[in-house]
């Protein structure tokens, strides 16, 4: 049976952050504990793909992160408000879980690893930027186009500055599938990228595990290179003949990783 025909019956769950906020999370699956926490301009859905290949190895915990999904959100936001929601989330877990946190999903990860109990860190292209792109101002130009009432404009600058579009609008799933009611989120969250920075990584004795496309993005690279150099017990696995979005574009390779730490 291959991973797409296998069935899958995730069953949905809530768990309530330090601020009282409700974070909805799916299970699945039977094994090691595996968390997935989501990228900038998703929700749950975004591990669709990857999840067949992972259940029969795996019990997986699937959250939307807060503000999005059937996920509940709070009277104000930070970087750090998202930490206590994974750790909320690897409380409720019964044994030390893997987390996997894919693009700004591996930063909320990387503040958080310090505080919880984990099995193993995979962060994903975290956006830990450095050098030239410290300086970027892209909330704030995100902003002032939805501001404009240019909602589809900003999420356009979003993805084409993350990614390796240089014309989203050439995709089949362009704007229908781009997620715009989450723009407010992205802009938000951009802001917690922009004024994170590498003195900001707190001290982690997990073994981790960083991740990064052959083919994506060189701002991206970069910071998986610089996070490479500052933390103590971490390596690089770079994926051949893939972006930032090997969840989606390459589910089998990403698997194979994740199945060799346990």
């Not at 450095?130 to 356009?156: I, K, N, T, Y």
């Not at 050439?170 to 715009?180: G, H, I, V």
């Amino acid at each position: 049976m291959s991973p797409e025909s296998q069935p899958s019956n995730p069953t949905v769950h809530t768990v309530l952050s330090a601020d009282g906020t409700s974070i909805a999370y799916e299970t699945e699956g039977n094994g090691q504990p595996l968390i997935l926490l989501h990228g900038g301009s998703g929700t749950r859905q975004a591990w669709n793909t990857l999840r067949p290949y992972l259940a029969t190895d795996f019990r997986l915990y699937v959250p939307d992160r807060r503000g999005r999904g059937d996920s509940c959100d709070g009277d104000d936001y930070s970087l750090a408000h998202e930490a206590a929601d994974l750790q909320a989330l690897v409380d409720a877990v019964s044994a030390p879980p893997i987390v996997l946190g894919h693009s700004f999903g591996g930063l909320v990860a990387l503040k958080a690893a310090s505080q919880i109990t984990i099995d193993h860190l995979v962060l994903y292209e975290p956006p830990v930027l450095v050098d030239e792109h410290s300086e970027g101002d892209l909330a704030a130009r995100m902003e002032a186009r939805l501001e404009a009432g240019q909602r589809q404009e900003a999420m356009r600058l979003f993805i084409e500055e993350n990614g390796t579009v240089s014309d989203v609008t050439q995709l089949p799933w362009w704007p229908e599938e781009a997620n715009l009611h989450l723009t407010e989120t992205v802009i938000r969250e951009n802001y917690e990228v922009e004024a994170f920075d590498r003195s900001d990584v707190p001290d982690i004795d997990v073994p981790t595990v960083l991740l990064t496309g052959e083919q994506s993005p060189d701002h991206l690279r970069a910071g998986v290179a610089a996070l490479d150099d500052y933390l103590t017990d971490s390596r690089i696995i770079e994926m051949k003949n893939v972006g930032h979005v090997a969840t989606e574009t390459a589910p089998e390779k990403l698997a194979s990783i994740l199945k060799s730490l346990i």
